[in-house]
């Protein structure tokens, strides 16, 4: 047909896989041709806007750009080094939820499933934050693996879920549905730090409060001006703060029914305290660690009238009834019951927002007041590996068992009087001077001494007359002298550290070692610890050798920091090195204290979890282990804590608190308690006379076997009791002292007090302790024979 009839055949053919033949004028085959031509456009520029807006889209998830259509869930603002180690806590609580409701019954019959103790537990995890959203989720899988968490039960992507923004814009908080979350977590306080860093004339915590009103016009504009109540029965947000920050009740976050909704945190206090008061309580920062761990034993809560216990395991059983009535008949096999919270001091006051004070009369808390009314709404804090205990209503007569233990002790020893009252129960322990190590300093301490001015107070409240505490950083003499006495509250005054008689050689006379300046510091109410500085760097050798050339003191305790101070700032370095630099102290500690009698209990803080298994101390071998503070971890259990349980963080605190009267964690030797060696009694037994023993302020949580910890054993479980077990007790020493095994404690010496005063008592003589509740105990056998445990 000539050449444009066979082209025109070859294009039907190629673009329509046919040819009609029917087409035979030019002006046909024309049209036809603009009409396919015009159909192949159309088609092929719809085929690319759906490609690039499908791959538009899939870059936004991958980049997090997305909103988040979730309700009722938990919410992280911000990123810092603890987050990640919050996120697998949060999914251990998770995970405990989940497995109760496994059983086949429970799956079938919805109205047998478990309720959630906290609305953590059964919500997913978003996180806001500006960094990489892909590598954020690999370092979250990653810690999932290494924790033993294989993504079942929360997995990243479904359950735990990453966008990208700005933690302090409301669009960006909007499109994480920041007004239908009900458990909000803040953690800005990485970029607090960055702020001050490049301006240090910001504000103390100027992210974190920018992030506060966002999220508050976020939550307020969503609703008219005020929550409503079906969101605001469960709603609580927790913020990580770097300083404290007074003002934060102006920002007026309360609901309309009145209880509280902010609870800020400033968590370096913590750690600082746990840091002090490890040094009178060795292992006590190994028992912290596990109670705030939700893998396993925990602390836990549930409202009183949504708990089942007593001999018939009825609902709500709590309620009405005395504190003191409870403590041994709750019948729960797999937990152990410590205390109850009062609902009122979860009421916001604009006014006072310190903790709610337990030791006053009808007071809650952790081993509250034993007369308290139990309210229907208050909350019992328990320890548990679930939040639903389990029951057993069988009878066991837990009671004739201890009152069979407490008769054999009383007739194996002379002189009348029961176990809770015999003298031979009575610890008198020979009063010594300690001498104590601080290596490090932290930046905050300069600008608040404050912070470190109480935990001295808590910790020169437990020592003898005649003690030092040492301070070794690489601030001058001159320098720390200028600092100590031009601080405001003028706390400290001058003075010189003379020796006494069990400090030096036996002759009196000091070995002709190198000397060590002696000047130093008193605290007013504290006459009797004298503070030292020595300018050095702990992690070097030749610089920390001469503390121990010289035979006026024998170092007992290390307290050993990742930080020193230059001129008045911290040395600035990342979490790597301050752990490089804590190990380098402890072998510089190990082999300056090899040729003493006595090796140095070390309380070490660190950032990397694999730390304390790397580090060699000085008494590693001698029967001596150290206490590690991973602060970190510390920080990321008590935030999942404070997120899950808010209401119960105030009595928590008290737990980690050294003042007075206040709840203490302690180990006591079985033998205190009648309890001789190769004895066999139940853990309920055992519940009975430490529940006499300490007039129902105290309660047996667990036992130590050698370096074994086993918390909330069953009350039937039967332990063979030997010289190797401990028992570790939760108590509250009455003010009196009536129920405390060391002699009464004297009246709370206080930062507060002693800045009102000036003192806080008289003069402690050489040789006596201002408080002995923190002295170790001593076994005393049959026989008169005693020996140091």
Known sequence: QGFWSSSFMSFMVILTGDYNSDLTHHDQRVVYMAMILAGITVVSVNVGLVTDSVNHYMKEITAGSTSVVESGHTLILGWNESTIRVICQLAFLRRVFQVQNEVWHRRLFFWRRVLPSSPVSAACIVILNENNKKRLEEDVATAFYERGLRGKRTKVGKDVVFRKGDPTRALDLVRVAAHKATSILICMNEQDSEEFRRFPSTADNSASIRCLLALRQVIFSAYGGQMPKAHEANL??????????????????????????????LMQKNINALLFHCSARPGLSRIIM???????????????????AGPKGELGWFAGKKV??????????????IGFDDSKLNVFDSEDDDDGNYNEPGSAGIMGDPDRIIQPDDAAIFISKTSTPSLDLVERGYAKEAAEIEAKFTQSVSGPGGLMMHKDLTINIADEPSHI?????REGWSNDLDLVTARLIDIGRNLAGGSTLTMVNMMTHEAMDELLLNDESNLFERTNWVPTSSDTSPQGQKSPKRAVNNNGWSLKGLPGVTLLSFTADPTKFRELRPL???????????????TVAAGLTEVDAPAVTQDSRVLSTLLILRELSSQSEQPIHCIAETRQHQTPSLALSPGMGRGLQPDFIDTQEIIARSLAMNVSYPQIQDALTELIDTNSFTPEIDFINPRHIGLRRNTRATFGAVQVLIYKRFKARGVAIGYQQGNKLFFAPTQHHVVRWSKQHRIVIICRILEDGSNAFHRPPSPDISLKSISEDGRSGEPTPPGQRTDVRAQSLEETDVNGQSSSI
């Open 236 to 265: 609580r947000i927790v913020v990580q703060f770097n300083h404290q920050c007074d003002f934060v009740n102006a920002m007026s976050y309360v609901s309309t029914t009145g209880r509280r909704v902010l609870y800020p945190r």
């Open 324 to 337: 003191k009535d409870v403590l041994l008949e709750y019948h729960w096999s797999d937990a152990i019951l």
């Open 548 to 562: 121990f050339e010289t035979a006026d003191r024998e170092y007992a305790t290390a307290i050993i920091l990742g």
């Open 290 to 308: 596990c109670l705030l761990d939700f893998q396993g034993e925990a602390i836990r809560t549930r409202r009183v009238d949504a708990v089942r």
């Open 437 to 441: 190590l601080l290596l490090g300093w």
